[in-house]
């Protein structure tokens, strides 16, 4: 479904251990977020929805399996995503296992006002380390902040910086990069730094704390836009205040 007017959201959180209820807790958590959303059908082989009647005891099955497969509110023209996958430690922060949350929305006005909901919803609810949220087009170009070239080491786009990949920051409280809205736990908020009252009056403005201590932070009013000298300008200033991010700091 991914188009130039989608959001995406991913967030980190330790990896599935048996009869995980934060599957079933992330999309319980979308769907609170989301006014009318209603996350009860499957993706055919086709990539056509099918219906789920018992769509919560369907979920905690799978998820006995350690699988988190797509499901979709059913609406072909306004298709709403959610799914999840194990990250191998081998390719993760630290060397421990983590387990991925993937959700995609069209980008429109009634998503837009409810988008600081939504991602404390999915991430609540898989009591994630981190995450964010980010239209598409500006998550490809903070994507090429870690993608390899044929060269060797990353070439960031529009001056942003270089990041670490996954497996070589020391810790996974420590967010891998920045996106839009930032969902920070209290570890990860910890682990950077925020807040700290007299440096982030600014992001504290946009700024809401979660039931579990943590944080979103909100980079820009609008959906991040790149092209607009103001949001790529936000997203610099945060990357310099964060330094931590993207294991960009040694530790001493």
């Known amino acids: 479904m991914t188009t ?3 959001l995406g959201i991913i967030v980190y959180a330790p990896a599935l251990v048996g009869n ?3 599957t079933l807790d992330s999309v319980h958590g979308m769907e609170k977020a989301l006014s009318g959303l209603r996350l009860e059908w499957r993706l055919s082989d086709s990539g056509r929805p099918i219906a789920l009647p018992q769509r919560d005891a369907w979920l905690a099955e799978k998820t006995r399996d350690g699988k988190f497969p797509i499901l979709c509110n059913g609406d072909e023209s306004y298709p709403v995503t959610i799914n999840g996958r194990g990250r191998d430690g081998l390719f993760s922060p630290g060397g421990q296992p983590l387990f991925e949350v993937h959700a995609e929305l069209p980008l429109d006005e009634r998503v837009s006002a ?3 909901a939504v991602l404390e919803g999915v991430a609540e609810g898989a009591c994630a380390l981190w995450g964010e949220a980010t239209p598409y087009a500006a ?3 903070i994507a090429y902040q870690t993608a390899p070239t044929q060269e060797g080491p990353p070439s960031p786009r529009r001056g942003l910086p270089a990041l670490k990949l996954f497996e070589h920051i020391r810790s996974p409280e ?3 990069y920045l996106g839009w809205l930032n969902y920070w736990s209290a ?4 682990a950077i730094g925020f ?3 007299a440096r982030d009056a600014e992001l504290l403005s946009r700024a809401r704390r979660t039931a579990s201590g943590g944080w979103v932070v909100q980079l820009t009013e609008a959906p991040l836009e790149l092209d ?6 936000a997203l610099k200033r945060a990357y310099e205040r964060f330094p931590e991010i993207g294991g960009r700091v040694t530790p001493r």
């Not at 570890?187 to 910890?190: G, I, K, P, Q, V």
């Open 174 to 176: 420590i967010p891998a």
């Open 139 to 141: 998550a490809v170009d």
């Open 187 to 190: 570890a990860a908020a910890r």
């Open 20 to 22: 995980d209820p934060r």
């Open 228 to 233: 607009t000298p103001a949001h790529l300008d």
């Open 114 to 116: 409810s988008a600081a």
């Open 195 to 197: 807040p700290a009252p």
């Open 4 to 6: 130039q007017s989608s």
